[in-house]
């Protein structure tokens, strides 16, 4: 039996497929379709301090391969999640990691404390590249000293492995991943969506409420790769890859690429059993080609 | 649990203009199915187009395990679905949402639907019939051509009347100055509707004046269709809540809302 086993910036899981934040809600949701005891990590919806009722609609539109969507980060803040969500969770063999969002530093700073003190939390995720969202978000995740800000207030609230969740809306990723790894991040997620939009040329006007959204799905892999790629070789902390992973190819692309874990997103919504496809592939694939450790793969196609 | 599969097309015909009748055998999601939930379509397996397609159940055969989605081509996904022949496979997940309720005590209703809205109203008609409700239906379109299933609602032999935009059938006009008419004259105890939003809000206007509430069926361009990805979400009165209304999932809170808690946008 081959090892599936990693490490992601000292959150332990059993193989290395998980979620993408936002597309998974907090987890009930798949039980019906999957078993999430099955799932190397779920990474739940993006959390604020307080309860946020997120954008108008339209929130999503479908482009070629991809779709563009404006949640704008509905929520029902930490304290909810705490009380409701994390007891659901932590009946599952599976590591929790929270995606946490913030308008200012303290904000970070707060939820990041309340999370650390609630029991059955495995990871933060800090979400500094949410394209949806007026205040916080990508204003953080686009500049290496406001990002490099929030990741080093995160770290003095808590011991929690802290995952840095890189935005693609820049013009050099990697010296953005090097802010936050200086500041102390333990791992990177990359990528979050692009900023896109869509008009409607019968209506004339563009067709998201909030005009213009992230975009996701396959149509976005390629700049994915190529961002992981770059990263995996300039620092040295584990990456949590995802941009338009649909089944275990491109799963095993990323990990090629560098990415010692991946995250299954938009695919969720094609394919409810996408994760489990994914992880069923990359079982077979390290059968077929003998290889013994997931390890040894990341970032075979440049080592 | 929900079904997620492949399910085997019976039949799939044009019936009417850029409107068709597509028939599924899936006995595991029929068993489950009741009227006004729907199902969510993935219309080839490529990645263009990448989204499922959500599309009411029309009808719900629990005998011979077959449900049926009547549809209008809006685009390429619709558009890829109604060239899909009988005997292939389509992968399907449902039923989903929660459909109508009865509620106790109800014994006069009126049915509302207009255009493509129409769909998600016959197996509730039936059900009602099979419980004997009295109920009057109300169907409306742009024209003739648009009245979606008019036939299969007059086969059921219950009381259907029409209004269409340019008079082509019934009465001239919207299908709400029909409601109006009903509440006036022969006032039901409840309504049931689906059809367009400028229709569902001047129809629940209406019905509250005469003070009969009812349940509104909603659509939204939808993602995930499990609840997961908030992008179907509609707003809904809460009076818990600050502004006094929330966001609600029409995939899993809905699709059917009671019309007097769906606020809609001026």
Known sequence: MSNLEINLGGL?????????????????????????????????????????KGNATPRIAETPSGILNCIGLQNPGVDYFIEKSLPYLKEYDTPVIVNISGNSVEDYAEITRRLSQADGVGALEVNISC???????????????????????????????????????????????????EAGADALALINTLLGMTIDIHKRKPVLGNIMGGLSGP?????????????????????????????????????????????VGTANFVNPRATMDVLEGIKQYMEKYGVNDINDLVGAAWK | MSFSGLSKVISNEKTGPQQFLIVLHSPELTKQAKPGQFVHVRVNGLSDPLLR??????????????????????????????????????DVMGPLGNGFWIPEGVKRVLVVGGGIGNAPLLPLVKELKDRGVEQTVLLGGRTVDYVAGLEGFKSVGVTVETATDDGSLGRKGFVTQLAEDIFTLDKPDYFFACGPEPMLKQLIITADKYGISGQVSLEERMGCAVGAC????????????????????????????????????V
Not at chain 1, 12 to 39: C, H, R, W
Not at chain 2, 55 to 70: K, M, Q, R, T
Not at chain 2, 243 to 258: L, N, Q, S
């Open chain 1, 12 to 52: 332990k899981m059993k193989n290395p497929v998980t979620t993408a934040s936002g597309t998974f809600g907090f987890g009930p949701e798949y039980a019906p379709y999957i078993d999430l005891n099955q799932l190397g990590a779920i990474v739940v919806k993006g959390t604020t301090l307080e309860p946020r």
């Open chain 2, 53 to 90: 397609r959500p599309i009411s159940l029309h009808e719900i055969d629990y005998a011979s395990g077959n449900v049926s989605l009547l549809y209008q081509v809006v685009g390429k996904g619709t558009e890829l679905l109604s060239g899909v022949p009988a005997g292939a496979e389509v």
């Open chain 1, 219 to 263: 149509a976005i892999r390629p700049v994915a790769v190529r961002m992981v790629w770059q990263v995996a070789q300039a620092v040295d902390k584990p990456i949590l890859g995802m941009g338009g992973i649909m089944n275990a190819d491109d799963a095993i692309e990323f990990i090629l690429a560098g990415a010692t874990a991946v995250a």
């Open chain 1, 131 to 181: 394209p949806n969202v007026k205040q916080g978000g990508m204003v953080f995740g686009t500049s290496c000293t406001a990002a490099a800000d929030v990741i080093r207030v995160v770290r003095e609230y808590t011991t929690l492995p802290l995952i840095a969740k890189l935005s693609p809306n820049v013009t050099n990723i990697v010296e953005i991943a090097q802010a936050v790894v």
């Open chain 2, 230 to 265: 908030l992008a179907c979400v509609c707003k809904i009165k809460v009076k818990t809540d600050e502004a006094g209304w929330d966001y609600k999932k029409v995939c899993v809170d809905g699709p059917v809302f009671e019309a007097s808690e769906v606020v809609f946008d």
